[in-house]
Nanobody, 123 residues
Framework: VQLQASGGGLVQPGGSLRLSCAAS????????MGWYRQAPGKQRELVAR???????NYADSVKGRFTVSRDNAKNTVYLQMNSLKPEDTAVYYC??????????????????WGQGTLVTVSS
């Protein structure tokens, strides 16, 4: 199972970016999907997450500016980031609770992480 994130880049303050993260592999099901970020010199923190049923929760610092969504048919989670601020600068990581088929066709659980995508907010 792999998570492939994309969509990071350089944006001016007040701008927008949309991150995507697609899960691939022998997937049985996916539970919670989410986004975390880690700024230089800081610990990784939760940004937003969404259940398979569509329930969401957000860090206080991004409420009203970021929106997390998912396409269950595509095993993909998105993060729409609006009104970006310099303090949003970080490497963003996607995360998913994945149930997958093993080589013996059992089902096992994996806390999967994407490779990280850099978001830089600067003028």
């Amino acid at each position: 199972v792999q998570l492939q994130a994309s969509g990071g880049g350089l944006v001016q303050p007040g701008g927008s970016l949309r991150l995507s993260c697609a899960a691939s592999g022998s997937i049985f099901s996916i539970g919670v999907m989410g986004w975390y970020r880690q700024a230089p010199g800081k610990q990784r923190e939760l940004v937003a997450r969404i259940t398979s049923g569509g329930s969401t929760n957000y860090a206080d610092s991004v409420k009203g500016r970021f929106t997390v969504s998912r396409d269950n048919a595509k095993n993909t989670v998105y993060l729409q980031m609006n009104s970006l601020k310099p303090e949003d600068t970080a490497v963003y990581y996607c995360n998913a609770d994945v149930r997958y088929y093993t080589r013996t066709y059992d089902v096992d659980d994996l806390d999967a992480w994407g490779q990280g995508t850099l978001v830089t907010v600067s003028s």
